[in-house]
Nanobody, 124 residues
Framework: QVQLVESGGGLVQGGDSLRLSCAAS????????MAWFRQAPGKEREFVSSIAWSGIIYYADSVKGRFTISINNAKNTAYLQMSGLKPEDTAVYYC??????????????????WGQGTEVTVSA
């Protein structure tokens, strides 16, 4: 089992920045991929970004150029630096973990473990 604990959400104004963190613990040995998804009210959960332990990164087009994902393998922690936030970025952001190097996997079902979610609200 892998446990994920997210932090860093909050209420910000448009144009502001936030950094989300996701710490993984438990059976984290071996290759893995961490990702961020988000779910706005009334919408399906959508892919935001992923990073494999090798450092290969993918972004959704909607966040490319504004969000930066990174990973600290020693700490089993992934980060999502969000800049230039827009009201449409408002959502609950979820951290996800997949066993193995999952390249360009954007479906929730591709990931084995999930965090509890952290809320991000961006006012206009």
């Amino acid at each position: 089992q892998v446990q994920l604990v997210e932090s860093g959400g909050g209420l910000v104004q448009g144009g502001d920045s936030l950094r989300l963190s996701c710490a993984a613990s438990g059976r984290t040995a071996g290759a893995y991929t961490m990702a961020w998804f988000r779910q706005a009210p009334g919408k399906e959960r959508e892919f935001v970004s992923s990073i494999a332990w090798s450092g290969i990164i993918y972004y959704a087009d909607s966040v490319k150029g504004r969000f930066t994902i990174s990973i600290n393998n020693a700490k089993n922690t992934a980060y999502l630096q969000m800049s230039g936030l827009k009201p449409e970025d408002t959502a609950v952001y979820y951290c996800a973990y997949a066993i193995g190097e999952m390249l360009n996997r954007r479906r929730p079902n591709d990931y084995n473990y999930w965090g509890q979610g952290t809320e991000v609200t961006v006012s206009a």
